[in-house]
């Protein structure tokens, strides 16, 4: 069977994955782009975004694995959009006609809305369901690949309760951003699942990932 991964997740030293106060001028709230800075400096990032430049070493090799054998994505709604946007019919995600994903996404939400399909292989299914019964409709659209768990914190957290996750890269950052959306409250005892690994950056970030025992 495909496996469920989380790759490039980033959260603060107190576990925030998100600021508070998130809007349609700051996706992050008042995190700003700090969690994800280490990524923007990156060559995988440039060379997405149609830069030159950027960063090789640990950081750009880590981020790569974003894209490698993932047939599908499930993100919730607080990815997809602003606080609001299940009232905008127009609004068709963060990121232009264009998205870096490039396989259907299947956005939780408890306003589903007809699917739309984006330049470059996207197709965006908007369902209300269970985190299990989602992930097995993204393992049939992923065609036998895996499926990338795509967050906020609240969905991936939802995904690790359910004990969906088979792989996860969470990325620490060394800010503490006090308030906004935690990654782990509720996940006491995680890592008796998983076998934990870590590798500190020059950048300063920390990578960890855990993969389930057993894969």
């Known amino acids: 069977m495909s496996l469920a991964r989380v790759h490039n997740f980033s959260v603060s030293l ?3 994955g998100t600021g508070e106060g998130l809007s349609q001028d700051a996706p992050f709230g008042h995190a700003g782009e700090r969690l994800h800075e280490w990524m923007f400096a990156t060559g995988f990032w440039h ?3 149609g830069q030159a430049g950027g960063n090789g070493g640990l950081d750009d090799a880590f981020a790569r694995r974003f894209a490698p054998g993932i047939g599908a994505e499930i993100m919730g709604a607080g990815k997809f959009g602003y606080p609001g946007w299940q009232d905008d019919p127009d609004f068709k995600g963060w990121w232009g006609p264009n998205p870096p994903f490039h396989t259907p996404v299947f956005v ?3 306003h589903p809305r007809p699917s739309v399909e984006m ?3 996207t197709t965006f299914h908007f369902i209300d369901t269970s985190p299990a019964e989602a992930l097995a409709a993204a393992r049939e659209a992923a065609g036998g690949q ?10 991936v957290r939802e995904f690790l309760a359910a004990g969906l996750i088979d792989h ?4 620490v950052v060394p800010i503490l951003l006090g308030r906004g959306e935690r990654l782990w409250d509720g996940t006491e005892g995680l890592e008796k699942d998983y076998d934990i690994e870590s590798a500190s950056s020059p950048s300063g ?6 993969t389930r025992k057993g894969q």
């Open 14 to 16: 107190d576990g925030f």
């Open 47 to 49: 060379e997405m975004t």
């Open 108 to 110: 939780l939400t408890h």
């Open 119 to 121: 330049e470059g292989g």
């Open 146 to 155: 895996d499926v990338r768990i795509g967050g906020g914190p609240t969905l």
């Open 168 to 171: 996860m890269h969470v990325v």
């Open 205 to 210: 970030v920390t990578h960890v990932t855990f």
